[in-house]
């Protein structure tokens, strides 16, 4: 899968989440302060990331900012994406079950390696819920 992934800051899990990406069998597509090319504020490296999902270039995305808000907020403004700050497993197999979320925001303050990898692994085991209500709520995001 390939999956945009975006950080304004090389701290915390910020390189370890493309590491662990490869590893998994992943292309990540770095952007941000990941790339030495791009312009690395949060609002604008979460926005590149999330328009490449809603643009088709990248499956899903992971963005990260200090606290993650910044970067969740930031790639939410792109129509078609359903980004989910997630600080834990549970909340990230929730975001893909119940929301179909497609981009994963990241605190890269909160996040220690071993969360990182947890988060990873609840979020690519889930899949969207086929409840009737839910993919009611899913759907109803596009008309907001």
Request: proline share 3%.
């Amino acid at each position: 899968m390939r999956i945009a992934v975006a950080a304004d800051e090389r701290v915390g899990v910020a390189e370890a989440i493309i590491e662990e990406l490869r590893a998994r069998g992943h292309e990540p597509l770095p952007h941000g302060a990941l790339d030495d090319d791009e312009r690395d504020d949060w609002a604008w490296a979460s926005e590149t990331a999330a328009r490449d999902v809603a643009e088709g270039r990248a499956d899903q995305a992971i963005v990260a900012c200090w606290t993650g808000t910044g970067a969740s907020i930031a790639a939410n403004k792109v129509t078609g994406v359903r980004a989910a700050l997630c600080v834990d497993a549970e909340t990230a197999r929730g975001a893909r079950r119940w929301n179909d979320a497609n981009v994963l925001a990241l605190s890269l303050r909160l996040t220690s390696t071993p969360q990182l990898t947890e988060i990873l692994d609840a979020w690519f085991a889930g899949t969207p819920s086929d409840d009737a209500a839910d993919q009611a709520n899913i759907a109803h995001l596009a008309d907001i």
